[in-house]
Structure formats: C-alpha cells, structure tokens
C-alpha cells in the first residue's frame, strides 16, 4: 500500500498502521476539517468475510458510547472498498513512543 490514500471527501494525511487485511490513515474531512481515522480493507475486491468482519466491526462499535472507546462515526463504501471512519484524538501508537529516541536530561544525563 501507499503512504496515502484516495478517498472522495477526505484528504489523506498520511499511512499509520499496515496489517494482513486493513490499513490505517490519517485523513481530514475536505467538508467539515475535522480529522479523522479511515480503516480500509486492504485487498481492492475484498472476499465477503472481509466486508462481513469490517461490517461487524461497525455493528459493535457503533453501539459504545464510553470514555476511551474511539468513537465509530460510519462505514462508508468508495469503490470497491469498504471504509471505517473512526474518531482521530491525536494519538499516537506504542510503537512511535518508543521508537523514538530519548531526550536527554540536561540536569541527569538520563533519558526521559
């Protein structure tokens, strides 16, 4: 996949997550600004099971109103893919904190 995505109403900011089936992107609404997290099914004509599992995946989501829960604000097709549009909080995943090298204390030496 690519680093960005094509998707009508969204301007793609940016890859965040490759798995086996889906993929992540950063985007941001062309209409309203507001960012968001689109999770697309990888293969360009998905199996059923594919779009069954993403279409669940909605299904029980969309039903959760709790703090720390990302938000689910639809499932939308574009083409031949079916797209998650989900909450984007700014976050960041694990792997980036970590990834990142330490800053160091000026006063310790240490990393923090």
């Known amino acids: 996949m690519h ?7 969204y301007q793609s900011l940016g890859l965040i997550h490759e798995g086996v ?3 992540l992107y950063r985007a941001v609404s062309q209409i309203t600004q507001q ?16 779009i069954t599992r993403l279409k669940h995946e909605y ?3 969309a039903n959760l109103d709790l703090p720390g829960v990302v938000r689910v604000y639809g499932l939308e097709t574009h083409g031949h893919r079916a797209v998650l549009v989900l909450e984007d909080f700014g976050g960041r995943s694990l792997k980036q904190v970590f990834g990142q090298p330490q800053v ?3 006063r310790s030496g240490r990393g923090c």
């Open 21 to 23: 089936n889906t993929v």
């Open 3 to 9: 680093g960005t995505i094509e998707i009508l109403g």
């Open 59 to 61: 299904q029980v989501a």
């Open 104 to 106: 160091q204390d000026p």
């Open 35 to 50: 960012p968001f997290i689109l999770k697309v099914l990888r293969a360009e004509h998905p199996t059923l099971e594919q």
